[in-house]
């Protein structure tokens, strides 16, 4: 089975179409959402509207703490720009849609793999995974070989031997990376909607569980577009230039 992971949305309508698109045309028969549907981006509703019509046919999604966010109100460690986004999300959205963001998980698990937006040790303290100590705790507080990581935007794989030794893997976009066994593998697909690598292209995975590899995509997508409709909904300025510039 091809598995799509995609994770960091934030209300990127034209980010989100173009991977779709992309995770498509490679056959994908699944689709893993791994949190942060909204905020920064100007589309929450049609992102989150089209999150839950996958979900109602077979998709797994998880919470991310911006979709909490838009639920509950912004979190204490939010950043100003965030705190302003997340008012203005919370009016564009109707009483089913903020049901959705609530009723998500913080984790799931299935067959081998594990899903979760920040991290499986703490998923409900927004821990960021930024190297290998960090994705070596996550790795350990759960039994599942594979885990698939969201919230840092950028992408990065890490790998842990038997004697949980881990190490970081620096991925290549488009090709196929076998996830040999009995090594345990963490995968962060970088984000849909807001990339912070300086690449303004967006990131997703898709993980052949038959041949056992995970392939990372860079995705080219009307960023114009996006970032013009940031400045028109008169959210911050600094977001629509990170979108033009991908950091």
């Known amino acids: 089975m091809r598995i799509a992971f995609l994770t960091d949305l934030h209300a990127n309508r034209e980010a989100l179409a ?8 490679l056959g994908v028969q699944r689709h893993v ?3 942060d549907l909204v905020g ?5 509703a049609w992102v989150v509207d089209t999150v839950r019509a996958h979900v109602a046919a077979g998709a797994v999604c998880v919470q991310g703490n911006h979709d909490l966010a838009a639920v509950r109100g912004p979190g204490p460690h939010m950043h100003e720009n965030a705190r302003r986004v997340i008012a203005w999300t919370q009016a564009q959205l109707d009483t ?3 049901d959705f963001l609530a009723g998500l998980p913080l984790m799931h698990a299935e067959d081998d793999r594990c899903y979760v937006h920040a991290n499986a040790w703490a998923p409900a303290q927004w821990e960021y995974i930024t190297g290998p100590m960090e994705a070596g705790r996550s790795l350990r507080a759960t039994p599942q070989r594979l885990s698939f990581v969201g919230h840092v935007h950028e992408a990065a794989l890490y790998h842990g031997d038997r004697v949980g030794k881990v190490m970081a ?6 090709v196929d990376i076998p996830l040999l066994a009995p090594r345990r593998w963490l995968a962060l697909p ?3 909607g807001q990339p912070r690598d300086g690449n303004p292209a967006a990131s997703c995975a898709v993980y052949d569980s038959a041949a056992g590899t995970l392939r990372f995509l860079r995705v080219a997508y009307d960023v114009e577009t996006a970032a013009a409709k940031v400045r028109a909904a008169g959210l911050p300025e600094a977001l629509a230039r990170r979108l033009e510039s991908g950091g």
């Open 40 to 44: 920064y981006g100007a589309d929450p």
């Open 18 to 25: 173009a991977c779709l698109d992309a995770v498509a045309a």
């Open 190 to 192: 970088g984000s849909v």
């Open 96 to 98: 089913a849609q903020r």
């Open 33 to 35: 959402f791994l949190g």
């Open 169 to 174: 893997f620096a991925p290549t976009p488009n």
